[in-house]
């Protein structure tokens, strides 16, 4: 009788800690920020067009080389104006949209300088 019983606990110990280990890997995953950088090819008061650095290669095989980033889709308010032409910038998103082949929720925008200026290097 008391073979049952052990079984019985061994099985909800085993889904308990299956659970545990599912919440932590769904949890890891949720709200990850990724981040590109690029040249700035053009910009106006609307949209900005920037050419993807060679070494993120993952992400120019699903997107291009150069991704056109129209200027609503950030979330952080960002004046495009402060975007010139041939400067290094980094794109924070979160996610791919695989059958439009483009961003998908675009957080920000930031000049490399901009970068440089709020971490200084050690």
């Given amino acids: 009788m008391k073979k049952p019983k052990f079984i019985c606990t061994i099985v909800v110990f085993i889904a308990i800690s299956l659970g545990v280990i599912l919440f932590f890997s769904m949890a890891s995953t949720e709200g990850k920020q990724d981040y590109f950088e690029g040249k700035v090819l053009e910009n106006s008061d609307d949209y900005i067009v920037i050419k993807i650095?060679?070494?993120?290669?993952?992400?120019?095989?699903?997107?291009?080389?150069?991704?056109?980033?129209?200027?609503?889709?950030?979330?952080?308010?960002?004046?495009?104006?402060?975007?010139?032409?041939?400067?290094?910038?980094?794109?924070?998103?979160?996610?791919?949209?695989?059958?439009?082949?483009?961003?998908?929720?675009i957080?920000?925008?930031?000049?490399?300088?901009?970068?440089?200026?709020?971490?200084?290097?050690?």
């Fill in 53 to 105: 650095n060679s070494s993120y290669e993952k992400l120019i095989s699903k997107l291009g080389e150069n991704v056109k980033i129209e200027k609503t889709a950030v979330v952080k308010e960002c004046d495009f104006s402060k975007f010139i032409s041939n400067e290094s910038v980094r794109v924070l998103y979160s996610g791919i949209n695989p059958k439009k082949h483009e961003l998908e929720h």
């Fill in 107 to 122: 957080f920000a925008i930031y000049t490399l300088s901009e970068i440089q200026e709020i971490v200084p290097s050690r």
